[in-house]
């Protein structure tokens, strides 16, 4: 059955755990990947197998290996010292591997375990794909805070202190760190991470940058245990929604609801007396809104990540800001555009604006409230057509 011309049943007997591990040492030589794979993820393959396997040319084959051995690592019987070295030496290979799907397995096996050598789980979690380096950054248990500031600190990869802010019980200073940091997502990340440890000096910082960063509010108005001090501040500049949300917090003293209570009288007493209409105090507000994101756009570009995000959270606002800096239109015409109800001008802004084609579909349906979206590749678009569109809502208004 071994050397049956059918690979199915060469299959069969790869995949069996009673086959002689003699014969399983003879079929790492199969010619099919299948097969190899097979043999690979098989309990009973002997060692020495293994070795050769883990110099396969095929991917599929090497992963299939590294799961074995990582879900075997943690196990292992160190008083067999001959067999330990073996297997940990495979581990640190196939942590090497060239391929981040291979090394991607053994961090996705290894990212919970405290029971493998620590420098392994060191070299996943600086690797270069975020892919194998954000399971270990965010669950491992042989990571110190030590560790994470040094990663953090030395060019860590886009991604690495969104993966970190997401650890239970994030210690204070790796915390403190993420909150002076440019990642955005990361300040969200750690805002919502209700088990982070988190300094009131900290949160002083992340309210101090909250008013140019919009998608800060919300987590800051919902996180646990918000002192007095700090929801005060932040009723001098979120949304009237959030506002309120603050208002009905129960962790908070009588004295300090008073002073919220206040803050929103004085809102609705000062939204009576202006003499402008809705309509200006809207523009007016929008207006403000982009110059702070213009001041982020300066500081860091604004990621389609970002605006996804925004998105998810639904910050509208906040993307419609990110829609004029990122498209150059003016803040009348994007408003215009997202309020016409065309599918075809707001893909053009979108276009405009270098988004993708799924961002641009939420956009429509989200901002512009449009049932049926226009789903094209964004990339095929042709840019004469989406510029004469976009004119079309540079004109004056009537």
């Known amino acids: 059955m071994a050397r049956h011309p059918d690979p199915r049943h060469r299959i069969a007997v790869a995949s069996a755990q009673g086959v002689a591990p003699e014969i399983l040492y003879y079929m790492v030589d199969d010619p099919h990947p299948a097969v190899r794979a097979c043999v690979a993820a098989n309990r009973a393959t002997p060692t020495q197998a293994d070795g050769k396997l883990a110099n396969d040319e095929d991917a599929s084959v090497r992963a299939a290996l590294a799961r074995k051995i ?156 918000l002192p007095a001090r700090a929801a005060v501040r932040l009723a001098t500049f979120v949304a009237d929604g959030l506002l309120d949300l603050l208002v009905v917090r129960k962790d908070l003293d009588a004295e300090t609801v008073g002073v919220l209570r206040a803050a929103v009288r004085d809102r609705i007493e000062r939204n009576f007396a202006a003499r402008a209409t809705e309509a200006d105090i809207e523009q007016e507000a929008f207006e403000q809104e982009v110059a702070s994101a213009r001041v982020l756009h300066e500081r860091k570009p604004i990621t389609e990540s970002l605006i996804r995000r925004s998105l998810d959270y639904e910050h509208d606002m906040f993307v419609k800001t990110c829609l004029v800096v990122r498209s150059g239109c003016t803040p009348a015409t994007v408003r215009r555009i997202l309020a016409s109800g065309r599918a075809e001008a707001v893909l053009a802004l979108c276009w405009k604006a270098g988004l993708g084609g799924d961002v641009a579909v939420l956009v429509q349906t989200r901002l512009a409230r449009i049932e049926t979206p226009l789903r094209p590749d964004i990339a095929e678009l042709e840019p004469p057509e989406m510029e004469q569109l976009l004119a079309l809502y540079d004109a004056p208004e009537g």
């Open 70 to 225: 990582a879900e075997r690592a943690p196990g292992l019987d160190h008083a067999s010292h001959v067999h330990t070295a073996q297997t940990l030496a495979l581990l640190e290979k196939l942590a090497r591997d060239q391929l981040p799907t291979v090394r991607r397995v053994v961090a996705e096996v290894l990212k919970s375990e405290d029971r493998i050598p620590p420098h392994i789980v060191q070299a996943l979690a600086r690797d270069i794909a975020l892919a194998v380096a954000a399971p270990v950054l965010e669950c491992s248990p042989l990571l110190a805070d030590g560790d994470l500031v040094d990663i953090l600190s030395t060019h860590p990869i886009p991604g690495a202190m969104t993966a970190v802010s997401k650890r239970p019980g994030l210690g204070a200073e790796v915390a403190d760190l993420v909150a002076r940091s440019d990642d955005i997502e990361a300040m969200v990340t750690l805002l919502n991470n209700p088990t982070a440890q988190m300094r009131e000096e900290t949160l002083d910082v992340l309210i101090a940058r909250a008013p140019d960063l919009p998608p800060l509010h919300e987590p800051l108005v919902r996180r646990p245990s």
